[in-house]
């Protein structure tokens, strides 16, 4: 019921002792008393906009009175509280001895509640899916990279023992490369491949922030790769000769991390 039909309606109610009600409970003058009180007290709540303490008072009142023109107040504060359920049985309950007259204003009202509370049901599905698409997509990424920074601490303690042993050859140098290069081209693809497939959904749902997060993360991703495919042409490419001292870093950074490779022949 709009705003001004309803107030008119209280103000009617209040003046004639609830007078639009058509079927009352047998009541004695303190409890009519009481129940006017109980609605007096709830229109002032409605306007003020506690709209869960305005319910109380129009239930209270209506089991006290009986008379279903309470049953419309009762109905527009769950409305308005987004209780779809409780204000169509409130106004399912009224239009049982309700005029004729007001049979087809109460069968609108009644199917534009189900329609919003099957919307809102629907958005709230929707919402929860694309968060637990969200949620899945980044356990992705994260078990990436992590397979990602395991398999490159593999390549340092490679490298570094290369490093140790290979005196007077650069054999075990080639492999510490290749090992290395290869570690780098698969994490970080892999990690740039997922971060691509999510990106159209992150975009769908409006979640700029992890939609730009996760571009970081693919940008440097590719980067990481880029330096994965170096070292593997260093590593076809080097000749036979006294092994070098080689050495490989990671360092960590807010948009993902930095490569280095450092070689003294």
Do not use: C
Request: zero cysteines; aromatic letters at 6%; a negative charge.
């Amino acid at each position: 019921m709009p705003r001004t039909m309803w107030a008119l309606w209280a103000a009617l109610s209040l003046s004639n002792g609830f007078a639009i009600a058509q079927e009352t409970a047998d009541t004695t003058p303190e409890t009519e008393e009481e129940a006017k009180a109980l609605f007096r007290n709830g229109v002032q709540l409605y306007e003020e906009g506690d709209y869960e303490a305005a319910a109380e008072a129009f239930q209270m009142a209506y089991d006290l009175s009986g008379r279903s023109a309470l049953l419309l107040n009762l109905a527009n504060a769950h409305e308005r509280l987004g209780r779809f359920d409780q204000a169509i049985d409130a106004l399912t309950r009224y239009r049982l001895g309700a005029d004729e007259s007001e049979q087809i204003a109460l069968a609108r009202r009644i199917t534009h509640l189900e329609r919003r509370r099957d919307e809102e049901t629907a958005s709230a599905l929707q919402l929860a899916q694309q968060q637990a698409e969200q949620e899945r997509l980044k356990a992705e990424v994260a078990a990436a990279q992590a397979q990602a920074a395991q398999a490159e601490l593999q390549a340092r303690m490679a490298a570094a023992d290369t490093g140790r042993r290979a005196a007077g050859a650069s054999k075990g140098l080639k492999l510490g490369l290749g090992v290395t290069g290869g570690a780098l081209v698969a994490g970080f693809t892999t990690t740039a491949a997922l971060t691509w497939a999510g990106s159209d959904g992150w975009i769908d749902a409006g979640d700029q922030q992890t939609y730009e997060t996760m571009r970081t993360l693919h940008i440097g991703s590719w980067i990481g790769a880029g330096v994965g495919a170096a070292l593997l042409t260093t590593a076809i490419a080097l000749p036979g000769r006294k092994a070098p001292e080689a050495a490989l870093s990671f360092n960590p950074t807010v948009d993902g991390g930095t490569v280095a490779w450092r070689m003294a022949w």
